[in-house]
Each structure stands twice: as structure tokens, then as C-alpha cells.
């Protein structure tokens, strides 16, 4: 066993240098450890091994039940948090309900909603783009395809983007009390929500979840309303806060910017090689549910397992050339969804909207460029942007 190899995953060297790091540590071996004993795993086979979830479970790491029970409660009952016969049946169900149909039919109103945003910008000028355009495009999607009134869709955002922090607060214990607050309101509206749907479906995703049966199976109100604030979270949050870390790589190779401008039609294969390139996820913890031995790893139910999402998509062995941003590269596999089990239900309405977004983007405005240097989150530099100011001009 590889004991001499010890990664701290809150280092600041990830802040300064993040990939080149992890390189660093790859060059010696496929793994590490960290300094409380648990594998971080660095390549693609190894991360997709441990997302496959057959004797590894996701877990949320360090988490304080006792700072609100309530919040607990709500974790407990998400998909991400199930495995076994409960996971597999909520995941037929949500299938069922997620049809391609409700996805594309929300073309359109993608469309729309980026044409408003864009319309808002300076026709010359500069603009944060986390706050006017990152932060209010998925709510204004996702409210109404939930069946949100137009009106309430501010603050349903709003208790997302608190409620959203549950295991940080769980962790940390700060802010504890407004995000269960937070939470407390998306659960208290999905419940009236409900009451509504149950006697007057429409054409939304909260009906069809409703509906959703499988010989004579349909969802508890609890998992309704828990699985449809998880599905509104984790659609918010991750455009939100990936969109933002797609542009900045574009703007960081001017030659793959012109790429898109002439040619739109490759802003999903962008969606996709930004999210290889520069994913949102860090380190993913799972809980081993077995004792057993991985390529002479020997682990103990229990034992944690980090699959290091940025590590397995530039592994070298898997992608040619990984540290290159090139947005014509075929569809490579990457962990930015997740995988397996609990790969991302939404992921296909994320890549839709995020791709509507470039488009319009790269089409309407004849320069976007930096008017400052990105703001990153405190300690999470390189991976989570609290603002991204543009200079623009339209084209025209």
C-alpha cells in the first residue's frame, strides 16, 4: 500500500496551481492519501469505478446532524444521497416524468429568455455577467418548467441559491439558520404547489412527476417535494455557476472564441469540452460499503474514497492532449455530470441551456472581453467565479 503519498485537499497550492499540481501528484502515483487516511483517486478509471456504486455510496462528508435536524432530514431524502432499491425506484420515476418531450419543448422559451437577457446588456459598454445574465437565466427556466408563476420565480431563486448551502452549513454551521429557513420555504411552496397540481395538472415537470406511475407505484408527497427541490437546485445551481467558468476558459483562448464565432454550431461540443476543461465539481466523497481490496487498496466498510473530478478529466491515459481547450474535440467522457448511478438527470436540459447561452453570445456581440480579472470565491480560486465583468459591444 502507497502510505508516502499525502494530499491535503484544502491546500492553497490548488489555488495557485491547481492542474499543475495534480500532474504533479499523478507523475507519482494513481492515488493519495489524505492526511485523515482517505484515497483520493486522480485517474478515470479509477473515479469511474468509484462512481459506479457497487461497493462505493456517495456520502456527504463531516456533516453535523445535530445543527438542524431539518436540513438532515431533507439530505437523507435526496436521490444523490440513495443507493439500492430506493435510489432505483425514484430514478425509474423521475425517468418517466423527465421525458425528452418537457426537455425539448423548452427550446423555445431558452431561446427567449437569452434573447432578454442579452437585450439587456450595454450595446457598448461593460457588465457583470454572474449577476445579469449566469444568475437569472436557469431560474427563469426552471420555474416555469416546474410550474412556478412567473411572478414567484425571483423568490423561488432566492431560496435556491440559500437553500442550496445545506451541507456547507451542516459542516460549517454558518448561516445555519437562514438556509434551513430557505429550505423550509421551497418545501412549504412545492406543498401548496402540490395541492394545486393534484386537482388541476398542467403542462410542467412538478405535474408529471405527479403523475409519474409504474405499476401502481407513484411518489409520496415527501419524496415530491424533496426530489423536486433537489432536481430545482441542482438545475440552478450548476448552470449558475459552470456557465460562468465556460466563458472564462473562451476568453482565456481567444482562437477558440473566433472557433464558435464561426462556427455556432459547435456550442454544445464548447458545453462539453468547458465542462471537461473547467468543471464545477472538486472532490466527491463516497463511503466504501464492503470491506474489499482495489488494486491492492485494502478498504473497510466505511472507509472514504474521494473521486477528484478535475484530476480524472484531464487524465492523460483517457484524453489526448488534456490540458489543451479545443472546442471541436469529439465528445469526450467527463465527471462534470457525475456518473453511473447518480450521473445528473438534468444534464441534458443544462448542456441545452448553456449552449443556447454561447450561441447567442458569440453571435450577438462583436467583442466580449475581460474589463477586469476574474473574481474567484475566497479559497476556491479556479474553481468557482463570484464575478466575471465583460466589456461588450453588440454586433451591428
Known amino acids: 500500500m502507497n502510505t508516502e503519498l499525502i ?15 495534480i500532474e504533479e501528484l499523478r507523475s507519482q502515483s494513481f492515488f493519495a492519501r489524505t492526511p485523515e487516511s482517505a484515497v483520493v483517486f486522480f485517474n478515470q478509471e479509477d473515479v469511474a469505478e468509484v462512481f459506479r456504486c457497487k461497493d462505493f455510496r456517495f456520502t456527504f462528508n463531516l456533516i453535523d446532524e445535530t445543527r438542524s435536524p431539518y436540513l438532515a432530514k431533507a439530505i437523507q431524502h435526496e436521490l444523490l444521497n440513495m443507493h439500492g432499491p430506493q435510489h432505483e425506484r425514484l430514478s425509474r420515476l423521475l425517468k418517466q416524468a423527465l421525458r425528452d418531450r418537457i426537455i425539448e419543448g423548452m427550446r423555445e422559451n431558452i431561446t427567449k429568455i437569452v434573447d432578454d437577457l442579452v ?17 437569472p437565466l436557469p431560474a427563469r427556466v426552471l420555474g416555469p ?23 456547507d452549513a451542516l459542516q460549517s454551521g454558518v448561516g445555519i439558520d437562514e438556509v434551513e429557513q430557505a429550505n ?13 397540481r393534484r386537482d388541476a395538472p ?14 401502481g407505484d407513484k411518489m409520496s ?21 459552470q456557465l460562468p467558468l465556460i466563458l472564462n476558459a473562451l476568453l482565456a483562448f481567444p482562437d477558440q472564441m473566433a472557433k464558435l464565432r464561426a462556427d455556432p454550431g459547435l456550442a454544445l461540443r464548447t458545453v ?36 477528484l473530478v478535475p484530476a480524472a478529466n484531464r487524465d492523460p491515459a483517457a484524453v489526448a492532449d488534456p490540458q489543451s481547450f479545443d472546442i471541436s474535440r469529439d465528445r469526450t467522457r467527463h465527471f462534470a455530470f457525475g456518473y453511473g448511478l447518480h450521473a445528473c438527470p438534468g444534464s441534458q436540459l443544462a448542456r441545452m441551456e448553456m ?3 454561447l450561441e447567442a453570445l458569440t453571435t450577438r456581440f462583436s467583442e466580449i472581453s475581460l474589463a477586469a480579472e476574474p473574481d474567484w470565491e475566497p479559497g476556491l480560486k479556479g474553481r468557482t467565479l463570484r464575478s466575471l465583468h465583460l466589456k461588450v459591444q453588440k454586433s451591428g
Open 7 to 21: 494530499v491535503d485537499l484544502r491546500s492553497p497550492r490548488f489555488d495557485e496551481d491547481k492542474y499543475g499540481y
Open 119 to 135: 437585450t439587456a446588456f450595454p450595446q457598448n459598454g461593460e457588465v457583470e455577467f454572474c449577476e445579469h445574465f449566469a444568475d
Open 145 to 167: 418548467m416546474f410550474g412556478v408563476p412567473y411572478d414567484r420565480v425571483q423568490g423561488f431563486n432566492e431560496w435556491i441559491k440559500i437553500g442550496g448551502r445545506k451541507v
Open 184 to 196: 423550509r420555504s421551497i418545501h412549504t411552496y412545492l406543498r401548496t404547489l402540490l395541492a394545486e
Open 202 to 215: 398542467g403542462d410542467d415537470l412538478f405535474s408529471e412527476l405527479i403523475q409519474a406511475e409504474i405499476d
Open 221 to 241: 408527497e415527501d419524496e415530491l417535494v424533496y426530489l423536486s427541490g433537489e432536481l430545482a437546485s441542482a438545475g440552478v445551481d450548476t448552470t449558475r455557476t
Open 272 to 307: 462539453d469540452e468547458g465542462m471537461r476543461y473547467a468543471p464545477l465539481p472538486w472532490a466527491l466523497p463516497h463511503a466504501a460499503t464492503r470491506d474489499f481490496t482495489y488494486k491492492g487498496i485494502a478498504f473497510n466498510e466505511g472507509d472514504l474514497a474521494f473521486a
Open 355 to 357: 449552449s443556447i447561452a
